[in-house]
């Protein structure tokens, strides 16, 4: 086994997540999974993306514009400067803002079209303490309301609306939202408005963010909304298990979507894919589809991997997730809907999910029954069809599944291939508890409830992802610029 010192292309805060990893499985990169994998190789791929410029026409330093990175000067006006200077070369082989080693401290900055924002190694964005400086937004039209509060919202620290060709990156640097003063006030019912994000780009096309560390969030970290065309890739994000709502990736009523080996430590869903709220969301009408999530770790004792909904009032489709790692994660994969949601999840497809101290493999349920007002439709019942799961292997697990749909609305087309799940000593029984589904099983251990029909020896292709892949599967970084 290699050492944590040898373990190739792993920044020094990813190897702070592999160790965190090692020391909740219990052992580092021994266990073995099943077909032979062990958990070093299911956790890691051995790639690191290469922080790329976009060989933009123009670049600066922050310095340029008055920034010092001296952790107590706030630079909230060199950032706002030196966006609407380089705004103006767009139109022009677009531009490029090198942020240098150094911490410094900003509030809320928008970003322009065709740029690059570029975090040294050893840069350190940190977000404003000030509350009452952060700029509020309108509620999202999908939602009707700030999703923590009935009021409007905080901007987040990073915000780019109706943009083309943006990409946020660096080598590793660090952006830290010292969340901590959030959280606090949440928690006391003391805020009057939506806690600011992290990253949040609207209305846009041709997204790229990769290659940070994604601290201490105030709230969700990286949510795209309303855009396509998105690849996140190699980010760390980290926060205290218990701090509140700090999801890892949020993709919101986006298509063409590809996340892919990303290292999530998080307070709530480590991916949460989302489409509006309610009345607001069905009228909104936008899905996010065509959504890719690959070699995903995640550490979430109190949420899920990945979780579709309970936002999902847009709908949610053809989303194709494959080597999932869930170590100490509450869930594997979850569907969140209630009465009053509307809208649909269908075409969910999850193969090679490996988990080690789960309560949940599969969770399901129709009674998630948060609602941002009372005029939502009573008669507005979500539709949940075709969930496919193929190998899937876990240990320690409390319950194998829980998944209850809505009665007379059964969520329907459920299919699990080569599941084989390892109880723990104090687990549940039975294993399952099931009501209002219906689908089919094969190879599943512990054998599943009735409601999931025996299809006896697993065939090919079963609950397989699609063979015919999607067009964000092969689109490059670069093809963005063309």
């Given at each position: 086994m290699e050492s944590l010192n040898t373990i190739p292309f792993l920044s020094s805060q990813k190897l702070k997540t592999l160790w965190l990893v090692a020391v909740v499985v219990g052992v580092i990169g021994v266990a073995e999974g099943r077909n032979g994998r062990n958990w070093y190789e299911s956790l890691y791929?051995?790639?690191?993306y290469s922080a790329i410029s976009n060989n933009r026409a123009h670049s600066a330093s922050i310095k340029d514009f008055g920034g010092v990175g001296d952790g107590k000067t706030l630079n909230t006006k060199a950032f706002r400067e030196a966006m609407n200077n380089l705004s103006k070369y767009s139109?022009?082989?677009?531009?490029?803002?090198?942020?240098?080693?150094?911490?410094?401290?900003?509030?809320?900055?928008?970003l322009t079209s065709h740029f690059t924002l570029f975090l040294h190694k050893d840069a350190v964005l940190l977000a404003s303490q000030d509350i009452n400086t952060w700029p509020l937004i309108p509620p999202l039209p999908s939602y009707g309301q700030g999703r923590d509060t009935?009021?409007?919202?905080?901007?987040?620290?990073?915000?780019?609306?109706?943009?083309?060709?943006?990409?946020?990156?660096?080598n590793n640097g660090t952006i830290d939202g010292q969340g901590a003063l959030w959280w606090q006030q949440f928690r006391s019912k003391k805020l009057k408005y939506t806690r600011p994000y992290l990253i949040e780009i609207m209305h846009s096309d041709q997204i790229q963010i990769s290659n940070l560390t994604l601290l201490n969030s105030p709230s969700w970290n990286v949510h795209p909304v309303y855009s396509s065309n998105i690849i996140i890739q190699g980010l760390t994000i980290l926060a205290p298990v218990k701090s509140a709502n700090t999801?890892?990736?949020?993709?919101?009523?986006?298509?063409?979507?590809?996340?892919?080996?990303?290292?999530?430590v998080a307070g709530d869903d480590c991916v949460a894919v989302k489409s509006g709220w309610d009345q607001y969301g069905i009228k909104y009408g936008?899905?996010?589809?065509?959504l890719i999530i690959k070699r995903l770790t995640c550490i979430s004792p109190y949420s899920a991997a990945i979780a579709l909904?309970?936002?999902?009032?847009?709908?949610?489709?053809?989303?194709?997730?494959?080597?999932?790692?869930?170590?100490?994660?509450?869930?594997?994969?979850?569907?969140?809907s209630a009465i009053g949601r509307g809208g649909y999840v269908k075409n969910i497809y999850v193969k090679g999910l490996r988990a080690h101290t789960m309560k949940w493999v599969f969770l399901m349920s129709g009674d998630y029954g948060d609602h941002p007002d009372n005029?939502?439709?009573?008669?507005?019942?979500p539709v949940v069809a075709g969930i496919n799961f193929r190998d899937v292997v876990a240990d320690n697990v409390t319950m194998a599944g829980k998944m209850e749909g809505i009665s007379g609305h059964p969520y329907t087309g459920v299919c699990m291939a080569n599941v084989t799940i390892g109880m723990a000593k104090n687990g549940k029984k039975p294993a399952w508890n099931c009501s209002n589904i219906q689908g089919v099983a094969s190879g599943v251990v512990p054998p599943p409830c009735n409601l999931l029909h025996s299809q006896g020896p697993v065939k090919p292709g079963m609950c397989d992802l699609p063979p015919k892949k999607l067009e964000i599967h092969n689109m490059e970084e670069l093809e963005f610029q063309n």
């Open positions: 791929s051995g790639r690191e139109a022009h082989g677009g531009a490029k803002l090198i942020v240098p080693a150094g911490k410094w401290l900003t509030g809320s900055f928008n009935s009021g409007g919202r905080c901007i987040s620290l990073i915000f780019g609306s109706n943009l083309v060709d943006v990409v946020i990156t660096g999801d890892g990736i949020n993709p919101d009523s986006c298509t063409n979507v590809r996340l892919e080996d990303n290292y999530i936008k899905p996010t589809k065509q909904g309970s936002e999902m009032s847009g709908g949610i489709e053809d989303v194709r997730a494959s080597d999932i790692t869930a170590v100490h994660t509450e869930s594997g994969v979850r569907i969140k005029h939502f439709d009573p008669k507005a019942f």
